[in-house]
């Protein structure tokens, strides 16, 4: 079990991110990251290693519960596979329905994949689906995306094929 203050959320401040990744190369255990600081939308993804089995987060930390918990399950489970991985796909909307709203949130799954790619070797390509379109294509790109799904942002435009030649542009 590892305590995470920030002397924030919770007066004192134990560990960081640092400490948190030369754990592994003292034990093998699985980890239980229990996080009491502000703000573990964004720090959570730097508490993630390879022995990482839990991250506890308090509500009252979190704007959005559900998201958090959400991002958290998704960085842990690709991690374990990604030396398999051909190709991981990170969901920028909520599966089922075209013509939704970019979650920026998907932005920091992306950096975090193309971090351990680079960080790994590993070879596999990035792809993000949903809310994508020529306001945020470059941004989607830098973040470290190889592979963009554009639906509506495609069959929405007068024309596709004119569309389509925007999107590669802006995306570099």
């Not at 022995?51 to 506890?56: D, K, R």
């Amino acid at each position: 079990h590892v305590d995470v203050m920030d002397g924030h959320f919770v007066p004192n401040i134990t560990i960081g991110p640092a400490v948190m990744k030369s754990l592994v190369r003292w034990t093998s255990m699985p980890f239980d990251v229990h996080l009491m600081i502000s703000d573990p939308d964004k720090y959570a993804p730097l508490f993630v290693t390879p022995q990482t089995e839990f991250i506890t987060v308090h509500a009252e930390a979190c704007t959005h519960l559900h998201r958090t918990l959400q991002s958290i399950r998704a960085l842990s489970a690709v991690e374990y596979v990604a030396d398999l991985a051909d190709l991981i796909l990170v969901m920028s909307v909520n599966p089922g329905f075209g013509g939704q709203s970019f979650i920026p949130s998907a932005l920091e799954k992306v950096q975090r994949l193309a971090d351990l790619r680079a960080e790994k070797g590993y070879t596999f390509e990035i792809e993000i689906d949903g809310g994508v379109g020529l306001g945020n294509i470059a941004e989607v790109s830098a973040a470290g995306v190889d592979i963009a799904v554009a639906g509506s942002a495609v069959y929405g435009a007068e024309d596709v094929g004119q569309r389509v030649k925007e999107l590669v542009a802006r995306m570099g």
